[in-house]
């Protein structure tokens, strides 16, 4: 009987396992794979040059594409594209272009290196849940990753959101082993995972603050100044060899588009020092002849901090607009998240001392950072939505876990919390494999999410995949698609033509394929319904 939930924590990791590879085979690329991740990740392994889509940093790039090394594929360094840094066009040529027939096997790599990281997400749930309720609760905490739409959509693609949520939770376990235990190697395995995470996602940054604010609370100040230098100095020199000891100006050795990345600059200084000319003008000339340590990091970390103060065109419920609103990411995670885990949280949060452990650590550990992420979200202007709030889930999974201590001597809350569980898996596995547009009931009862939010919410132009396979099953030779997305559609065998703008306004008897991120390109397209969906993101109305 001791053996049984350890058994269950291994079958709920390979189950966990299974679905993604199921899930990278099932979608196409979506928006920034191809065009900002994977192929900028090689150019930095072969070149060391890192001109291209700063915009993320080098770690989690390259690490998705070295195994690209071994099948060696084709890199022209001849190109405009290159010289100008257009990371999109210069992607599409290499992908689909100079290594078409390697294409698919280029992204399986990438996406199963990803997928290894979410697999040790669950991991750090199982031995921290572990080590504070005992082997039930890890199963418990297991129970609800292994179901977690979000989670499992992310870890199947080639991007670095599930990287940065891997190092941020190693961080905030060896975090709370070191209040715990008081040992040094926990607390240099809380200095060199929270470091990584910095070289992984600029998002990362957000947290720092939080975690050392629990050792100023929990240690005092002098504890909080000792480790505030010690993560300071541990995050710069593991950034700094993730970019090569990188040594140059800021925007020298053939940066592009200079003038542009002055703009970030700008607007930076203009922020911190309003109205002084020669504070941005000392700046400016700073970056173009001082040579410094990673550069690139830099002026990557600039161009975000400028784009989340810069109002940006997202849709947010129910129209296309350039004002930030401060409840945008509060309404994505209670629709993305499944709706029995979310009980579980209130739950949780109201029988908040039955599963407290003698030190508590684990409270301010945990919720103190998720307050921080979701206080950050207020003032941005990006609504990239759910995927900016992953770091913090696997914490919340370990937070659920506890849980399990009120089933340990009560029928009534076993009977609860197996019922929360099984709800979880039955409302989860319908949305299989098709998690990137995966909303719970309560989005249901409003009209549907699509209605609320998009982008790598619903339609990241995942969907064409799915919509060979529909026009191949029904016998669809040709189709008018409004499709977004980076790939061109042919490459999986679409034959498909774009709308006129007579079709736009009245449609005529012929197959429409509309991405859900551009139903108000169409009309017509949300008062008739659907024929059908492909991977929840690309609406098919076949009006013949």
């Given at each position: 009987?001791?053996?049984?939930?350890?058994?269950?924590?291994?079958?709920?990791?390979?189950?966990?396992?299974?679905?993604?590879?199921?899930?990278?085979?099932?979608?196409?690329?979506?928006?920034?794979?191809?065009?900002?991740?994977?192929?900028?990740?090689?150019?930095?392994?072969?070149?060391?040059?890192?001109?291209?889509?700063?915009?993320?940093?080098?770690?989690?790039?390259?690490?998705?594409?070295?195994?690209?090394?071994?099948?060696?594929?084709?890199?022209?360094?001849?190109?405009?594209?290159?010289?100008?840094?257009?990371?999109?066009?210069?992607?599409?040529?290499?992908?689909?272009?100079?290594?078409?027939?390697?294409?698919?096997?280029?992204?399986?790599?990438?996406?199963?290196?990803?997928?290894?990281?979410?697999?040790?997400?669950?991991?750090?749930?199982?031995?921290?849940?572990?080590?504070?309720?005992?082997?039930?609760?890890?199963?418990?905490?297991?129970?609800?990753?292994?179901?977690?739409?979000?989670?499992?959509?992310?870890?199947?693609?080639?991007?670095?959101?599930?990287?940065?949520?891997?190092?941020?939770?190693?961080a905030a376990f060896f975090l709370w082993r070191r209040l715990e235990y008081s040992?040094?190697?926990?607390?240099?395995?809380?200095?060199?995972?929270?470091?990584?995470?910095?070289?992984?996602?600029?998002?990362?940054?957000?947290?720092?603050?939080?975690?050392?604010?629990?050792?100023?609370?929990?240690?005092?100040?002098?504890?909080?100044?000792?480790?505030?230098?010690?993560?300071?100095?541990?995050?710069?020199?593991?950034?700094?060899?993730?970019?090569?000891?990188?040594?140059?100006?800021?925007?020298?050795?053939?940066?592009?588009?200079?003038?542009?990345?002055?703009?970030?600059?700008?607007?930076?200084?203009?922020?911190?020092?309003?109205?002084?000319?020669?504070?941005?003008?000392?700046?400016?000339?700073?970056?173009?002849?001082?040579?410094?340590?990673?550069?690139?990091?830099?002026?990557?970390?600039?161009?975000?901090?400028?784009?989340?103060?810069?109002?940006?065109?997202?849709?947010?419920?129910?129209?296309?607009?350039?004002?930030?609103?401060?409840?945008?990411?509060?309404?994505?995670?209670?629709?993305?998240?499944?709706?029995?885990?979310?009980?579980?949280?209130?739950?949780?949060?109201?029988?908040?001392?039955?599963?407290?452990?003698?030190?508590?650590?684990?409270?301010?550990?945990?919720?103190?950072?998720?307050?921080?992420?979701?206080?950050?979200?207020?003032?941005?202007?990006?609504?990239?939505?759910?995927?900016?709030?992953?770091?913090?889930?696997?914490?919340?999974?370990?937070?659920?876990?506890?849980?399990?201590?009120?089933?340990?001597?009560?029928?009534?809350?076993?009977?609860?919390?197996?019922?929360?569980?099984?709800?979880?898996?039955?409302?989860?596995?319908?949305?299989?494999?098709?998690?990137?547009?995966?909303?719970?009931?309560?989005?249901?009862?409003?009209?549907?999410?699509?209605?609320?939010?998009?982008?790598?919410?619903?339609?990241?132009?995942?969907?064409?995949?799915?919509?060979?396979?529909?026009?191949?099953?029904?016998?669809?030779?040709?189709?008018?698609?409004?499709?977004?997305?980076?790939?061109?559609?042919?490459?999986?065998?679409?034959?498909?033509?774009?709308?006129?703008?007579?079709?736009?306004?009245?449609?005529?008897?012929?197959?429409?394929?509309?991405?859900?991120?551009?139903?108000?390109?169409?009309?017509?397209?949300?008062?008739?319904?659907?024929?059908?969906?492909?991977?929840?993101?690309?609406?098919?109305?076949?009006?013949?």
């Open positions: 009987m001791e053996f049984l939930p350890r058994n269950l924590a291994m079958g709920l990791l390979f189950i966990f396992f299974v679905q993604g590879v199921v899930l990278i085979q099932s979608t196409s690329p979506t928006a920034d794979e191809v065009s900002f991740n994977v192929v900028n990740g090689y150019t930095y392994l072969k070149t060391r040059d890192y001109r291209m889509s700063p915009a993320n940093p080098a770690l989690l790039r390259e690490w998705m594409t070295w195994p690209w090394l071994w099948l060696n594929p084709r890199l022209d360094l001849n190109k405009a594209s290159w010289k100008e840094a257009d990371s999109v066009s210069f992607a599409k040529e290499f992908f689909y272009r100079d290594n078409g027939s390697k294409a698919e096997t280029l992204l399986f790599i990438s996406r199963f290196m990803i997928l290894l990281l979410g697999l040790g997400i669950g991991g750090i749930i199982y031995f921290w849940a572990k080590q504070l309720y005992g082997e039930w609760g890890a199963v418990l905490g297991l129970c609800f990753y292994a179901f977690c739409p979000n989670l499992l959509a992310h870890s199947a693609l080639a991007t670095t959101d599930i990287g940065v949520t891997f190092f941020c939770t190693m040992k040094p190697m926990d607390q240099w395995g809380f200095f060199l995972a929270f470091a990584f995470a910095c070289a992984a996602k600029f998002n990362a940054l957000l947290l720092g603050p939080a975690f050392l604010l629990v050792l100023w609370i929990k240690k005092g100040f002098w504890e909080f100044l000792k480790s505030s230098c010690y993560l300071l100095v541990s995050s710069f020199f593991v950034v700094w060899a993730s970019y090569g000891f990188e040594w140059k100006p800021v925007l020298g050795g053939g940066v592009p588009r200079i003038s542009e990345k002055l703009g970030y600059l700008s607007a930076i200084s203009d922020f911190l020092f309003p109205h002084q000319e020669s504070v941005r003008n000392a700046l400016e000339k700073f970056a173009l002849q001082t040579s410094i340590p990673m550069p690139s990091y830099l002026l990557g970390l600039a161009g975000i901090l400028r784009s989340h103060r810069t109002p940006y065109l997202h849709y947010a419920f129910g129209h296309w607009t350039m004002e930030t609103q401060w409840y945008y990411y509060l309404f994505c995670f209670a629709v993305k998240v499944t709706l029995p885990f979310l009980i579980l949280l209130i739950l949780r949060a109201v029988y908040f001392k039955k599963s407290r452990v003698s030190s508590g650590h684990e409270n301010l550990v945990i919720l103190l950072p998720a307050a921080a992420v979701f206080l950050a979200t207020w003032g941005d202007s990006t609504a990239v939505g759910m995927r900016y709030l992953l770091p913090i889930l696997p914490m919340l999974f370990v937070w659920v876990s506890g849980a399990a201590q009120w089933a340990a001597n009560s029928r009534p809350w076993r009977r609860l919390l197996f019922f929360l569980v099984a709800a979880n898996i039955l409302t989860t596995l319908p949305a299989f494999p098709h998690y990137i547009s995966y909303f719970n009931p309560l989005a249901q009862t409003i009209g549907g999410g699509y209605r609320y939010v998009r982008g790598s919410d619903v339609d990241w132009g995942q969907g064409l995949k799915s919509l060979k396979q529909y026009m191949t099953r029904h016998g669809i030779e040709k189709i008018s698609l409004e499709y977004f997305g980076p790939t061109d559609p042919s490459f999986y065998g679409i034959d498909s033509e774009p709308f006129s703008e007579e079709e736009k306004a009245s449609p005529q008897k012929k197959v429409y394929a509309v991405s859900v991120f551009y139903l108000e390109h169409v009309r017509w397209a949300d008062r008739i319904k659907p024929t059908a969906t492909a991977a929840g993101s690309i609406r098919i109305y076949d009006l013949r």
